[in-house]
């Protein structure tokens, strides 16, 4: 069992950073995967970003080159860096963790809203 809390959520104006937290409730050193996805209302939830146990990191397209995922296992945290927002990156952002025997762990999300 993995518990993950978000952080780091708010409304920012467009252009602006936002930087987001995910703390899990134990080591994620042999976590196979993490990852950010991010649901808008009236849309479903996307990928945003993965990181796997190596270091390997995936994006979606709409936003290679604007946030950044990382992975601090010393401290059980992944991080989502978020530059140049955009209002349609507007939504609620999750946390994902896939442990060795395939199990999905979600956290219970935080709110990012991006003005124009």
């Known amino acids: 069992q993995v518990q993950l809390v978000e952080s780091g959520g708010g409304l920012v104006q467009a252009g602006g950073s936002l930087r987001l937290s995910c703390v899990a409730s134990?080591?994620?050193?042999?976590?196979?995967?993490m990852g950010w996805y991010r649901q808008a209302p009236g849309k479903q939830r996307e990928l945003v970003a993965t990181?796997?146990?190596?270091?390997?990191?995936n994006s979606a397209d709409s936003v290679k080159g604007r946030f950044t995922i990382s992975r601090d296992n010393a401290k059980n945290t992944v991080y989502l860096q978020m530059t140049s927002l955009k209002p349609e990156d507007t939504a609620v952002y999750y946390c994902?963790?896939?442990?060795?025997?395939?199990?999905?762990?979600w956290g219970q999300g935080t709110q990012v809203t991006v003005s124009s």
């Open positions: 994902n963790a896939e442990d060795a025997l395939g199990y999905n762990y």
């Open positions: 134990r080591s994620i050193f042999s976590i196979n995967a």
């Open positions: 990181i796997r146990s190596g270091g390997s990191t």
